[in-house]
């Protein structure tokens, strides 16, 4: 069906998209569901035919193009081929994990960063959910305690999408526990680290192939050149994401519908 909204390069986008996830997930769909996890070489594969990360600049390996009907596409072709449910996390390190890296990295940050996430080497994810605090992120109990030129982090979340594949993680924690907004900022880990660890890969309703984990941070030394914006900003960033977030998930439930 033809949307008025898209140009001929989006269904064009769309043809081929369609066509990788024929080839690529449809095949693998019950044993991905089954292993609980989707192959993370999937991304590198989705990264290397321009479908992760497409506004990244073709200076650091994307495509440059700042338009939010590819993403609309991503997600209308998922759930046309039943796979939106089946685990592959792309919507997240498109729609929700990239424009802290895009908006908000300064040029050192995504000088590192951006060329991995366009590649699908590597796969994001932000920590905000903790055990004891779900909407009110205000009250969360992770910190991030300078120390010289690194910040040691301590706490645990949950429920985090691409928890296990993650190789980078936004993490939102307190800089200053005695503030509750203006407290937290966001660090982006780099794993493997000494004190990260994964817990289980959490059993769900549906999405089973959707690797949702538990991380625990114990005395995590993040170096402070990983900082996100400024201190005390973090609370201002997410919410200044969400948005993009929640256009992400009605897209899907109006693909789905």
Not at 10 to 29: C, D, G, I, S, W
Not at 109 to 124: F, K, M, V, Y
Not at 242 to 253: H, N
Request: negative net charge; charged residues 25%.
């Amino acid at each position: 069906m033809q949307r008025d909204i898209y140009n001929e390069e989006h269904e064009m986008f769309r043809e081929a998209y369609r066509t990788f996830l024929e080839r690529e997930m449809v095949p693998n769909r019950e044993k991905w569901d089954a292993e609980g996890i989707v192959d993370r070489e999937v991304f590198r594969r989705a990264g290397a035919n321009g479908f992760l990360a497409m506004e990244v600049p073709e200076s650091h390996g994307g495509a440059g193009i700042r338009d939010f009907r590819y993403n609309n596409v991503i997600v209308q072709e998922m759930c046309e081929l039943d796979l939106y449910a089946h685990g592959l996390g792309m919507t997240l390190h498109n729609d929700v994990c990239l424009p802290y890296f895009t908006e908000v990295a300064d040029e050192a940050q995504q000088e590192r960063w951006l060329p991995g996430i366009a590649s699908g080497d590597l796969i994001t994810a932000v920590a905000m959910t903790e055990p004891g605090t779900g909407s009110d992120l205000a009250s969360i109990a992770t910190t991030a305690i300078r120390d010289g030129d690194e910040y040691v982090l301590n706490g645990s979340k949950t429920f985090i999408t691409n928890g296990i594949n993650a190789n980078l993680i936004i993490v939102a924690a307190k800089t200053d526990p005695n503030e509750r907004h203006k407290g937290m900022s966001l660090l982006a880990l780099e794993t493997p680290a000494e004190g990260f660890e994964r817990g289980r890969n959490l059993d769900k309703v549906g999405m089973h192939a959707q690797d949702t984990a538990e991380l625990f941070f114990n005395d995590v030394r993040v170096p402070v050149e990983n900082l996100l914006g400024n201190e005390g900003e973090g609370f201002l960033l997410l919410v200044r994401n969400l948005p993009q977030e929640r256009l992400s998930i009605a897209m899907a439930a109006v693909a789905h519908a």
